[in-house]
Nanobody, 126 residues
């Protein structure tokens, strides 16, 4: 059974940093492109960024470019999201998602995701 578990969320002040982790089990982690999504209260879930199966390529949403960094370690079945210079508008529940396939580009598509984590809350105060 596949399980994706996020951790690392919390409350920080604007300008602060957090590092989210997502550990996958029950799947061949390096067969999956990975992505982070987030959902703020009252808003639709949106893509934050993604990384290809081997970690060679990343894509980011415009609002987080230069502030967020996605990385992975397939030996540890772990995905990370380093978030710097956090803003109140980054407040949301953050989810990791796995999409099967060793594609050239990484998957920032909710409909394409095969597995999801349960989410971790990030709150940024001004």
């Amino acid at each position: 059974q596949v399980h994706m578990a996020e951790s690392g969320g919390g409350s920080v002040q604007a300008g602060g940093s957090l590092r989210l982790s997502c550990v996958g089990s029950g799947l061949d982690f390096d067969d999956y492109g990975m992505a982070w999504f987030r959902q703020a209260p009252g808003k639709e879930r949106e893509g934050v960024g993604c990384i290809t199966w081997a970690g060679g390529r990343t894509t980011y949403a415009d609002g987080v470019k230069s502030r967020f960094t996605i990385s992975r370690d397939n030996r540890k079945n772990t995905l990370w999201l380093q978030m710097n210079n956090l803003k109140p508008e980054d407040t949301a529940t953050y989810y990791c998602a796995a999409t099967r396939g060793r594609a050239y580009y990484c998957p920032l598509s909710q409909s394409a995701a095969d597995y999801w984590g349960q989410g971790t809350q990030v709150t940024v105060s001004s």
